[in-house]
């Protein structure tokens, strides 16, 4: 019943995270595992928002090189591998590797009941919480990745222990040989219970602090930190904001109350809206953002792009807010309420302007001026046609 539902969806962008993963995991559905990998943007970095799958990894790979270059290199091919080895439906596997049907299986036993549930059918908070859940899945395998890879260049390999009829995954160094390896584990252990990941962290603390083991697990966040430091986003006022998640909280903000937002930004439905408002602001940041662009990738007029989140009002307010006295006087600069704000641009200044600590980041960014600017253009002009 659920696949026969499914079947009936061929637009992928139109399928949650859920969706495609039950395609991936009962399928083998290569072009739903390309929708997630290429297409979902939803991986956040310290310094970085809106990322895909690729850009996530690599994100990671060069941040765990600042410490160590051929553990992240390996890491990285490590981790690749578990999510893009997908065998056919027969069960063949072409690349003899992991199968990424494993890693989507247990995303899905995340959401039960949910596989059939379409994107404009799909509460906010749950898009929101499907999104989460999958870059903890992602990062949670970028840390085995690394632990694994660590221990083979220190010179350890995996041992499967049969025991009371479970297998239970160890690392042991080389210099132990294979015939004495569960004995030795019977002897040491002779209290392990079962193949829970306490019980094997447990089990494998034992093993190391036997062994010796010298290798040191580095912290993810330690390295993203660094290279957030060696490598700091484009120096734009939206920066301060990005990491308050500003962004999030005006994109969630516009998708859950549509029915505010023009028409042409409506049919959009929430989950799009959420999406344009994101990209938006990403773009803002780096300094890209080209609204003709952008509208033509969601589908929208140029009209209701500008009428929304234009840019031609911001040369103006930025003159009118270094109080550029010679373009004033030529008449080149309008009075603040004749400046036609975008919607947008009016919702993030009146954001700004309820919260202490954004008022205070935006202070310090040297944006307060233009943000007063566009309130006060917001009152004069709510007092005009009240």
Same mark, same amino acid.
């Given at each position: 019943?659920?696949?026969?539902?499914? $079947?009936?969806?061929?637009?992928?962008?139109?399928?949650?995270?859920?969706?495609?993963?039950?395609?991936?995991?009962?399928?083998?559905?290569?072009?739903?595992?390309?929708?997630?990998?290429?297409?979902?943007?939803?991986?956040?970095?310290?310094?970085?928002?809106? =990322?895909?799958? &690729?850009?996530?990894?690599?994100?990671?790979?060069?941040?765990?090189?600042?410490?160590?270059?051929?553990?992240?290199?390996?890491?990285?091919?490590?981790?690749?591998?578990?999510?893009?080895?997908?065998?056919?439906? #027969?069960?063949?596997?072409?690349?003899?590797? *992991?199968?990424?049907?494993?890693?989507?299986? #247990?995303?899905?036993?995340?959401?039960?009941?949910?596989?059939?549930?379409?994107?404009?059918?799909?509460?906010?908070?749950? !898009?929101?919480?499907?999104?989460? @859940?999958?870059?903890?899945?992602?990062?949670?395998? !970028?840390? /085995?990745?690394?632990?694994?890879?660590?221990?083979?260049?220190?010179?350890?390999?995996?041992?499967?222990? @049969?025991?009371?009829?479970?297998?239970?995954?160890?690392?042991?160094?080389?210099?132990?040989?294979?015939?004495? $390896?569960?004995? &030795?584990?019977?002897?040491? %252990?002779?209290?392990?219970?079962?193949?829970? *990941?306490?019980?094997?962290?447990?089990?494998? +603390?034992?093993?190391?602090?036997?062994?010796?083991?010298?290798? $040191?697990?580095?912290?993810?966040?330690?390295?993203?930190? @660094?290279? #957030?430091?060696?490598?700091?986003?484009?120096?734009? *006022?939206?920066?301060?904001?990005?990491?308050?998640?500003?962004?999030?909280?005006?994109?969630?903000?516009?998708?859950?109350?549509?029915?505010?937002?023009?028409?042409?930004?409506?049919?959009?439905? +929430? =989950?799009?809206?959420?999406?344009?408002?994101?990209?938006?602001?990403?773009?803002?940041?780096?300094?890209?953002?080209?609204?003709?662009?952008?509208?033509?990738?969601?589908?929208?007029?140029?009209?209701?792009?500008?009428?929304?989140?234009? $840019?031609?009002?911001?040369?103006?307010?930025?003159?009118?807010?270094?109080?550029?006295?010679?373009? +004033?006087?030529?008449? =080149?600069?309008?009075?603040?309420?004749? %400046?036609?704000?975008?919607?947008?641009?009016?919702?993030?200044?009146?954001?700004?302007?309820?919260?202490?600590? /954004?008022?205070?980041?935006?202070?310090?960014?040297?944006? &307060?001026?233009?943000?007063?600017?566009?309130?006060?253009?917001?009152?004069?002009?709510?007092?005009?046609?009240?």
């Amino acid at each position: 019943m659920i696949m026969k539902q499914l $079947r009936k969806i061929t637009d992928y962008s139109q399928l949650t995270l859920v969706n495609l993963s039950f395609r991936i995991y009962h399928q083998s559905d290569e072009a739903a595992l390309r929708e997630i990998l290429e297409n979902r943007y939803c991986f956040h970095t310290h310094n970085r928002n809106n =990322l895909n799958f &690729w850009e996530f990894v690599i994100q990671l790979r060069h941040a765990l090189s600042l410490y160590n270059e051929p553990l992240s290199e390996k890491t990285f091919d490590h981790l690749i591998d578990k999510f893009i080895n997908l065998p056919e439906l #027969s069960g063949h596997n072409r690349n003899h590797g *992991p199968d990424c049907r494993n890693q989507f299986r #247990s995303f899905l036993h995340k959401f039960p009941g949910l596989e059939t549930a379409e994107l404009n059918d799909t509460k906010l908070e749950q !898009f929101i919480e499907q999104e989460r @859940e999958f870059q903890k899945l992602v990062y949670r395998h !970028f840390i /085995w990745s690394q632990r694994e890879c660590q221990r083979e260049i220190e010179g350890w390999n995996r041992y499967n222990w @049969e025991r009371n009829g479970m297998t239970i995954v160890v690392y042991l160094p080389l210099s132990l040989p294979g015939q004495e $390896r569960k004995k &030795w584990l019977e002897t040491f %252990i002779p209290d392990a219970q079962n193949g829970t *990941p306490v019980e094997k962290e447990r089990i494998q +603390r034992i093993i190391d602090q036997y062994f010796r083991f010298t290798g $040191r697990f580095l912290r993810i966040d330690d390295c993203l930190d @660094e290279l #957030s430091e060696n490598h700091p986003a484009p120096d734009s *006022p939206f920066d301060q904001f990005t990491r308050k998640r500003l962004r999030d909280f005006i994109a969630n903000e516009k998708a859950s109350d549509i029915s505010r937002l023009r028409p042409c930004i409506q049919k959009l439905g +929430r =989950l799009k809206v959420r999406k344009l408002v994101l990209t938006i602001m990403e773009e803002i940041a780096e300094d890209c953002f080209q609204p003709s662009l952008l509208a033509g990738k969601f589908g929208l007029q140029p009209s209701c792009m500008s009428h929304f989140a234009g $840019r031609e009002w911001t040369k103006k307010l930025i003159e009118q807010n270094r109080g550029d006295s010679t373009a +004033r006087k030529k008449g =080149l600069i309008p009075e603040e309420a004749e %400046i036609k704000i975008p919607d947008l641009y009016k919702n993030i200044a009146q954001y700004l302007a309820m919260e202490p600590e /954004w008022i205070d980041a935006a202070k310090k960014s040297g944006v &307060w001026d233009s943000i007063t600017l566009i309130t006060a253009a917001i009152n004069k002009d709510n007092h005009n046609h009240g």
